[in-house]
C-alpha cells in the first residue's frame, strides 16, 4: 500500500513568504533548482502526496480524501526541506508518534486518533535541519554556501561596477 504524505502549510510562514504565496503553498515554493514538494517526491517516489494549506488555495491543492485512514498518514510541515535522514524518520513513524524539532515544533507525524501531534510518543530531532521561511533565505540558500573559500566566487572575488 502506498503511503499518503501530507504537506502541512503552516500559517506563520505562508504569511511570512507573502506575496510569494498568494497562490500556491509554501512547498511549492521553488528553492534552488526544485521546489519542496519535488524534493518530498524524490525521495518517497511510490507516496501519494495532499496539501493542508489556505481554504482559497484548496480547489488547486487537494487535502486528502476522507476514505483515508489517520493512521495512514504522514504529515510533514512543508516549509521543511527533507534530508535523507528525516525522510527516513518520517516513514518509519508509528501512529500518533512524532518528530519535534529542537525549537519543540512538531516537523514529522504519523495520524492516529488525531491530527494533532502527540508528545508523549515523540521522536526527537537534533539535527540540522532547513526551514524555508523567509523570502531573503531563498537567495541565501540557492548558491554555493560558503562563497569565501571558493576562489573565484561572487561576491568576494567579483568586480563591483559603478552606475554610469
Request: net charge positive; with cysteine.
Amino acid at each position: 500500500m502506498a503511503t499518503d504524505i501530507i504537506l502541512v502549510d503552516p500559517r506563520d510562514t505562508h504569511d511570512n513568504l507573502l506575496p510569494l504565496t498568494y497562490t500556491r503553498p509554501v512547498s511549492d515554493l521553488r528553492v534552488g533548482i526544485f521546489t519542496i514538494d519535488q524534493r518530498w517526491r524524490m525521495a518517497c517516489p511510490h507516496a501519494n502526496f495532499y496539501w493542508q494549506t489556505v481554504d482559497y488555495l484548496r480547489p488547486k491543492y487537494p487535502a486528502r480524501p476522507n476514505n483515508i485512514t489517520d493512521s495512514e498518514t504522514i504529515y510533514v510541515r512543508g516549509d521543511i526541506i527533507p534530508s535523507a535522514e528525516l525522510v527516513r524518520v518520517a516513514l518509519d513513524l508509528q501512529p500518533g508518534q512524532a518528530v519535534f524539532g529542537e525549537d519543540s515544533a512538531p516537523v514529522a507525524w504519523r495520524g492516529g486518533a488525531s491530527n494533532a501531534p502527540s508528545r508523549k510518543r515523540q521522536v526527537r530531532w537534533t539535527e540540522e535541519m532547513d526551514i524555508f521561511s523567509r523570502v531573503v533565505w531563498i537567495s541565501a540558500r540557492s548558491g554555493p554556501k560558503d562563497t569565501q573559500s571558493r576562489p573565484g566566487s561572487w561576491p568576494a572575488n567579483r568586480p563591483h561596477s559603478s552606475p554610469a
